[in-house]
């Protein structure tokens, strides 16, 4: 399958829920030198570091209604974040400048209330996504089966994942891509979520093992490729640059790769990694919120 059939559409929101600032090191991998080597780069004062937004997204679906996509930070973050973020993650993610409007706070700017939401996809479970879920006491999330996994090992802790901030599995919905994905374009595991083409779940491991991508078609007619941390930023795409730490550098450079093969396939389609400091900018250009300013305003 490469095309989908359908014409329904969905209208995006986009959220900036923190930003953080990330060791360059940590989001473009050195070449040559050994891993010790490269860990060097992360030390305070070890180099460059990247501003880097916390992003996450709200969609409408004319039926299906709202979906929000990863729940960034929940506003006690910057007060203890330690506690929210794990030893090691507040190790890496040396400072954090919350939003002006806290995550819930954005919501609610919206017209979305926090405890009305049902439905939640998340790219993966990393605390930097997690972190708001507790804002949204009566979503079901949806995650791939994998990463779900991956956060009930032992010392998962230091693969990223904060339990306490994670729902009970009870409101867990698990996509299986062996089961139910099919291909699409150069996707060979997708998942058309609605079943009308508007919301295509992608695997797209590597970042983690059970990392997503999320395929939007927008009302008006243009793709969205929410990238999620499959890359940091478009230059991971571009010039195909792994980070610092993957769950597996083949699978990681695979996703990159297909994502890359996307966006030449796919021109005019908007690709959005989740901590690049920039390429937001041309999403906020074609939101629902974009869209009602420019009626007002006409």
Known sequence: MTKDSGSTGVDIDLM???????PSAYVFRADGGNRLTRLAGLRPGGGDVLRSPCLAYAIRHP???????????HPDASDDLRRDFGVLMSTLFRALRPAEETYDEQLRALSIVPGTVEQVIMTHLHVDHTSGMRLLP???FTCSREEWGA???RLSGTKGYVRHH????????FLDFDKD???????PKTIDLLGDGSVRVISTPGHTVGHLSVLLRLAQGRQVLVVGDAAYTLRNIQEEI??????????SLRSLQEIRAFARSEPKAILVPSHDPSAWHELRHVTASAERAHEAAG
Do not use: N
């Open 138 to 140: 009566k979503a079901e």
């Open 151 to 153: 956060t009930r090992k």
């Open 166 to 173: 994670l729902p009970p599995e009870s409101r867990m919905r």
């Open 16 to 22: 900036i829920t923190a930003e953080v600032s990330i």
């Open 63 to 73: 039926s299906a209604g709202l979906i929000l996509i990863d729940t960034g930070l």
């Open 181 to 187: 994905g099919e291909a699409y374009g150069v996707f």
């Open 242 to 251: 792994l980070p610092m730490l993957t769950a597996g550098d083949e699978t």
